[in-house]
């Protein structure tokens, strides 16, 4: 089986083909084993060559968000077509919520100089919780929410402005 779908703009494709251990992934030219660990509604455990991975995932119709290593994606499949998909855009610089869910915990404030990577906030979301993390080095520009709230899928957290040099 094979799934086309693009991110940030660039074609990509992944070869699916299942195997008694699991799924056998063809993707960049580069083989990689998958395991299915546990599924559960809006959860996935995979194991990827050896590597414990887990992918939060919502749907709506035709619309997929998935959020691994701190990171939002989203995929849209197209009528009779494969999934097309993109992270989250980065640069419109706004971080959402990729579920409905309740602010944990807001570790940074306006004004505040963030490396790529770093944790801005905690979200818990159907009983899990998730990191929502700087894609880039920048300034938090603005913080939309509040701990304790409740938010909605898509919902702007925070928005982030350029880096100071």
Do not use: C, F
Request: charge should be neutral; aromatic fraction near 4%.
């Amino acid at each position: 089986m094979k799934i086309s779908y693009t991110v940030s703009g660039q074609p990509r494709s992944v070869e699916l083909q299942v195997k008694d251990e699991g799924y056998l992934a063809m993707l960049d030219g580069q083989q990689h084993l998958l395991r299915i660990l546990n599924s559960l509604p809006g959860e996935l455990n995979l194991e990827i060559d050896d590597r414990s991975e887990k992918i939060i995932w919502a749907k709506a119709g035709r619309k997929m968000w998935l959020h691994l290593h701190g990171k939002s994606y989203y995929l849209e499949k197209a009528a009779g077509k494969a999934w097309a998909a993109g992270v989250v855009p980065s640069a419109e610089r706004v971080l959402r919520a990729p579920m409905p869910g309740q602010v944990r915990q807001v570790l940074v404030q306006q004004g505040e100089v963030v490396r790529a990577g770093a944790t801005l906030l905690l979200l818990e979301a159907m009983k899990m919780e998730m990191r929502i993390q700087a894609p880039d080095n920048a300034k938090v520009a603005r913080v939309a929410i509040k701990e304790g709230e409740n938010v909605e899928k898509e919902q702007i957290l925070i928005e982030l402005g350029p880096e100071e040099k």
